[in-house]
């Protein structure tokens, strides 16, 4: 079964700042990956799929890029809003990542 | 709008049984796969369950094969979760999704219910 692992699993940031959380897949999945946040108590929510295409409404500052193993969500200007957990996701499969908990500094 | 409303969860024995519900509305629900995923303390996020628009294919996630089952109402625009031989570690809050299919032909789950919460124990 292929493994879907983010680093880190916890950061702290500022408004403001750009942030980048890694997802890597134990092997290749091609552009396979979907991200999603979750704040407490709430179901995820859509970022992004198929890698890098922002799912609409979802403010541009949000992007993703990689292929094969190796993944990206960057923010590029932390809002308050944004502090979250991130969870990244294979597309084929649906197995996620643990989860990277962005938190104010 | 789309909106995707979960409910039947509770409180269980180990291996008793328990059937969740997503009732969804505001979309053409016989078009689109649906998915359960579980959020539990040890496990994080798991996909448990996936049926295809028209029932006709399931699949499930290794851990609850046999005990699960997955099957929708498309004239009641609903979805279910037969959950059998419940164990301690299904413990967990259970979310129904709407599944997308992209161009490249992975899936994105695009809408979530608010999720139900299960506890097995003693």
């Known amino acids: 079964d292929i493994q879907m692992t983010q680093s880190p699993s916890s950061l702290s940031a500022s408004v403001g700042d750009r942030v980048t959380i890694t997802c890597r897949a134990s092997?290749?999945?091609?552009?396979?990956l979907n991200w999603y946040q979750q704040k407490p108590g709430k179901a995820p929510k859509l970022l992004i799929y198929?890698?890098?295409t922002l799912q609409s409404g979802v403010p541009s500052r949000f992007s993703g890029s990689g292929s094969g193993t190796e993944f990206t969500l960057t923010i590029s200007s932390l809002e308050p809003e944004d502090f979250a957990t991130y969870f990244c996701?294979?597309?084929?499969?649906?197995?996620f990542g643990q989860g990277t908990k962005v938190e104010i500094k | 709008q789309v909106q995707l409303v979960d409910s039947g969860g509770g409180v269980v024995q180990p291996g008793k049984s328990l059937r969740l519900s997503c009732a969804a509305s505001?979309?053409?629900?016989?078009?689109?796969?649906m998915h359960w995923v579980r959020q539990t303390p040890g496990k994080g996020l798991e996909w448990v369950a996936s049926?295809?628009?028209?029932?006709?294919?399931?699949y499930y996630e290794d851990s609850v094969k046999g005990r699960f089952d997955i099957s929708r109402d498309n004239s009641r625009t609903t979805l279910y979760l037969q959950m059998n031989s419940l164990r301690l570690e299904d413990t967990g809050l259970y979310f129904c999704?709407?599944?997308?299919?992209?161009?490249?032909?992975?899936?994105?789950?695009?809408?979530w219910g608010q999720g139900t919460l299960v506890t097995v124990s003693s």
């Open positions: 999704a709407r599944g997308r299919i992209a161009v490249a032909g992975g899936q994105h789950f695009d809408f």
């Open positions: 505001g979309f053409t629900f016989s078009s689109f796969a």
């Open positions: 049926i295809s628009y028209d029932g006709n294919n399931k």
């Open positions: 092997q290749s999945i091609n552009r396979f």
């Open positions: 198929d890698a890098f």
């Open positions: 996701q294979r597309s084929k499969g649906y197995s």
